[in-house]
Nanobody, 126 residues
Framework: QVQLVESGGDSVQAGGSLRLSCTAS????????MAWFRQAPGKEREGVAL???????AVAPSVKGRFTISKDNAKNTLYLEMNNLQPDDSAMYYC????????????????????WGLGTQVTVSG
């Protein structure tokens, strides 16, 4: 199994930036895909960005051009760089990973994202 711990959430003004981090520990070699999700109160969980162990990545259309996902394999840390934040970006942000399976990222709704962190809160005002 893999343990995931998110950090970096904060309260910012609209137009501001944040960088979220997710540090992974445990059997990370079997986590071929890592992703960021978010969930705002009263809304469904939304996939934000994902990255495969070979570096292939994608971001959701709603954040394209503003959010960037990256991974430092040496540090087992996943990042989400968020720029030009807007109030609609306010949510709890979660890091998730697959465990075992193929060397690809499944769709955001897939139950293959079986490893989850506890989340970090992002609040955007203005």
């Amino acid at each position: 199994q893999v343990q995931l711990v998110e950090s970096g959430g904060d309260s910012v003004q609209a137009g501001g930036s944040l960088r979220l981090s997710c540090t992974a520990s445990g059997d990370t070699a079997r986590s071929y895909c890592m992703a960021w999700f978010r969930q705002a109160p009263g809304k469904e969980r939304e996939g934000v960005a994902l990255i495969v162990s070979d570096g292939r990545k994608a971001v959701a259309p709603s954040v394209k051009g503003r959010f960037t996902i990256s991974k430092d394999n040496a540090k087992n840390t996943l990042y989400l760089e968020m720029n030009n934040l807007q109030p609609d970006d306010s949510a709890m942000y979660y890091c998730a990973a697959t465990y075992g399976g193929g060397r690809f990222c499944p769709p955001y709704a897939s139950p293959l994202y079986s490893q989850w962190g506890l989340g970090t809160q992002v609040t955007v005002s203005g």
